[in-house]
Nanobody, 126 residues
């Protein structure tokens, strides 16, 4: 299983970015997907997750109402639309997926995920 994240960059506070994560190596539509982020000197933290059909989602309180996770199973890709960005959103963003197929959303715990993308840097300037 390979995950390739892209779409990061430098943006001013209040701006928007859309991250993408392209998956390969297995049947994408059978598995939940998630986004995590890690700022310098901090632990990796949960951002959002989506179930395999895309019907169910869950968000960290810090991004609720500003970020939207979605997926296109025909393109084997999960997205993270980030609006109203704040300097505290600055981090490396990772997509992740578990080994076990399920119709549930993913968990908020990084150790529950078996496969990770390489990360994409998001920097929000004030």
């Amino acid at each position: 299983v390979q995950l390739q994240a892209s779409g990061g960059g430098l943006v001013q506070a209040g701006g928007s970015l859309r991250l993408s994560c392209a998956a390969s190596g297995r049947t994408f539509s059978n598995y939940a997907m998630a986004w995590f982020r890690q700022a310098p000197g901090k632990e990796r933290e949960f951002v959002a997750t989506i179930n395999r059909s895309g019907v169910r989602t869950s968000y960290a309180d810090s991004v609720k109402g500003r970020f939207t996770i979605s997926r296109d199973n025909a393109k084997n890709t999960v997205y993270l639309q980030m609006n109203s960005l704040k300097p505290e959103d600055t981090a490396v963003y990772y997509c992740a997926t578990p080994r076990v197929p399920s119709n549930l959303v993913g968990t908020t715990t990084p150790r529950s995920y078996d496969y990770w993308g390489q990360g994409t840097q998001v920097t929000v300037s004030s």
